[in-house]
Nanobody
Framework: QVQLAESGGGLVQAGGSLRLSCAASGRTFSPYAMGWFRQAPGKEREFVASMTWDYGTTVYADSVKGRFTISRSRAANMVFLQMNSLKREDTAVYYC????????????????WGQGTQVTVSS
């Protein structure tokens, strides 16, 4: 079984930056891709970014393109989300997830999830 644990969330002013980390542990870890999703109060979970584990191919939601960057460390079994120019609408619980499937934008296709980390952006 794979366990994912996020860290790095917090309170930040609009225009600021945060870096989220996700550590994977458990049995041999070799997903097809890792992803970040977020869920704001009263809203459905939405895709933020993903990266294929072997080749590092990235996909971003339009709402974060140019502001967020996903990266990984295969040696450390970790994935990161650098968030710059944060906006109030980025406020949400952010989840790290791993998938063996190729549909890297669909939450339903991800096999493993972390517990989430809160990101709050104030004006």
């Amino acid at each position: 079984q794979v366990q994912l644990a996020e860290s790095g969330g917090g309170l930040v002013q609009a225009g600021g930056s945060l870096r989220l980390s996700c550590a994977a542990s458990g049995r041999t870890f070799s997903p097809y891709a890792m992803g970040w999703f977020r869920q704001a109060p009263g809203k459905e979970r939405e895709f933020v970014a993903s990266m294929t584990w072997d080749y590092g191919t990235t996909v971003y939601a339009d709402s974060v393109k140019g502001r967020f960057t996903i990266s990984r460390s295969r040696a450390a079994n970790m994935v990161f989300l650098q968030m710059n120019s944060l906006k109030r609408e980025d406020t949400a619980v952010y989840y790290c997830a791993a998938t063996h499937n190729v549909a890297v934008r669909l939450a339903s296709q991800f096999d493993y999830w972390g517990q989430g980390t809160q990101v709050t952006v104030s004006s």
